[in-house]
């Protein structure tokens, strides 16, 4: 089994900051592409960033220059480091990790969510 621990959200005023965290458990053989998305209300999940096993990264559009994904292989654990934020940043946003068991059965595995509410 894989479990995701999340951690990092809360309440902030609009132009401030905050550091989510995913941290990943199990006997798990390799972590591919490991990944936030959120959700606001009303709204379908869409992804926000994304990092694969070589550090490559890709953003949404919208926070671009303003959120900085990384990970750290030896912890198994996923940042997303989000600057200047907005009142549209608010929702729950959701880590996911992709990876292979030690039998080679490929797996995705959705954390519990954290929720971020910036203030205008």
């Known amino acids: 089994q894989v479990q995701l621990v999340e951690s990092g959200g809360g309440l902030v005023q609009a132009g401030g900051s905050l550091r989510l965290s995913c941290a990943v458990s199990g006997s798990i053989f390799r972590i591919t592409t490991m990944a936030w998305y959120r959700q606001a209300p009303g709204k379908q999940r869409e992804s926000v960033a994304a990092i694969t096993s070589s550090g490559s990264t890709t953003y949404l559009d919208s926070v671009k220059g303003r959120f900085t994904i990384s990970r750290d292989n030896a912890k198994n654990t996923v940042y997303l480091q989000m600057n200047s934020l907005k009142p549209e940043d608010t929702a729950i946003y959701y880590c996911?990790?992709?990876?292979?068991?030690?039998?080679?059965?490929?797996?995705?595995?959705w954390g519990q969510g954290t929720q971020v509410t910036v203030s205008s």
């Open positions: 996911n990790v992709a990876g292979r068991f030690y039998s080679g059965t490929p797996f995705t595995v």
